[in-house]
């Protein structure tokens, strides 16, 4: 069983940066795939970047291309969402998912069997 913390969500305006920070405990970090994901109010869960357990192959959606990394340490057990140029319609609650039975960076919110209980990012304008 994997337990995923977020932190590093505030407050931030339109055209800065932010970090977010997935700390994961109790399992074999190394085997999973890793992805975030976020939820606008009135909207459903959307993906946004996914990385494999290696760290070579990334995916990320469409509208954050250019401007959003991923990244993980597997020595630290932790994987990493660096936002620039951030938007106002970035504005969600971004969570960090894991994923121990499909290869790859998957994009699909079902390809995810673990998650944290989110942080919240708002971006104003």
Not at 116 to 122: D, K, L
Request: with cysteine; aromatic share 12%.
């Amino acid at each position: 069983q994997v337990q995923l913390v977020e932190s590093g969500g505030r407050l931030v305006q339109a055209g800065g940066s932010l970090r977010l920070s997935c700390a994961a405990s109790g399992g074999t970090f190394t085997i999973y795939a890793m992805g975030w994901f976020r939820q606008a109010p009135g909207k459903e869960r959307e993906f946004v970047a996914a990385i494999n357990y290696s760290g070579t192959s990334t995916n990320y959606e469409n509208s954050v291309k250019g401007r959003f990394a991923i990244s993980r340490d597997n020595a630290k057990n932790t994987v990493s969402l660096q936002m620039n140029s951030l938007k106002p319609e970035d504005t969600a609650v971004y969570y960090c998912a894991a994923t121990n039975w499909v290869i790859g960076a998957p994009t699909g919110i079902g390809n995810y069997n673990y998650w944290g209980q989110g942080t919240q990012v708002a971006v104003s304008s």
